[in-house]
């Protein structure tokens, strides 16, 4: 079964990176884009871009770029997400999630990573 | 930057119907999809390509569209179904993906 595990609970101070790992099982990885999503507190989803495992091409959103880098390792079928320059407002879940393309639609997501940005 | 606008809730009795609406400019060239989340999980996709149905998803669950707006219509509501909806879908430039605000279903 299709299955997206990520990294655990993470605190930073601000300024700080952050880095949440997502290991793909189940499928194979190179044939699905791997999206990140983060939901604040009582908040929406907020998409933060993409990475293509094929070949490894990313787009990043607008609000994220300049401080977002996405990567992957495709021989232990993970992806990364990393986030510098770190701030309070950062704290959310940041998830991942599978799509066949790459404005398509999540069809199977991480549990989520909860990071916590505090002095 | 491009926006999707959902009501922030709607309520409805138990076994009425629910519609929960999503605006935006692009929607007439571009897919929409509906996911439903409760609190402590992931979102779960309900909807994909405006009006398909995933496997294991509801048969009460439908999506219309209609020019700049689309619709979640959840017929036969049930306790179950209370949730906070959002819709997703991508400006018709770049393709940013984009969710809207999202709607809270209450079952009274």
């Known amino acids: 079964q299709v299955q997206l595990v990520q990294s655990g609970a993470d605190v930073k101070k601000p300024g700080a990176s952050l880095r949440v790992s997502c290991k793909a099982s189940g499928y194979t990885f190179i044939v699905y884009f791997i999206h990140w999503v983060r939901q604040a507190p009582g908040q929406g989803p907020e998409w933060m871009g993409w990475?293509?495992?094929?070949?490894?091409?990313?787009k990043y959103a607008p609000k994220f770029q300049g401080r977002v880098t996405m990567t992957r390792d495709t021989s232990i079928s993970t992806a990364y997400l990393e986030l510098s320059s770190l701030r309070s407002d950062d704290r959310a879940v940041y998830y991942c999630?599978?799509?066949?393309?790459?404005?398509?639609?999540?069809?199977?997501w991480g549990q989520g990573t909860l990071v916590t940005v505090t002095s | 930057s491009y926006e999707l606008t959902q009501p922030p809730s709607v309520s409805v009795s138990p076994g009425q119907t629910a519609r929960i609406t999503c605006s935006g400019d692009?929607?007439?060239?571009?897919?929409a999809y509906w996911y439903q989340q409760k609190p402590g999980q992931a979102p779960v996709v309900v909807i994909y390509k405006d009006s398909e149905r995933p496997s294991g998803i509801p048969e009460r669950f439908s999506g219309s569209r209609s020019g700049t707006t689309v619709t979640l219509t959840i017929s036969g509501v049930q306790a179950e179904d209370e949730a906070d909806y959002y819709c997703?879908?991508?400006?018709?430039?770049?393709?940013?993906?984009?969710f809207g605000g999202g709607t809270k279903l209450a079952v009274l």
């Open positions: 997703q879908s991508a400006d018709n430039n770049d393709f940013y993906v984009v």
């Open positions: 999630a599978r799509s066949t393309g790459s404005y398509s639609y999540f069809d199977y």
């Open positions: 692009a929607l007439p060239k571009q897919y």
């Open positions: 990475i293509n495992p094929n070949g490894g091409a990313t």
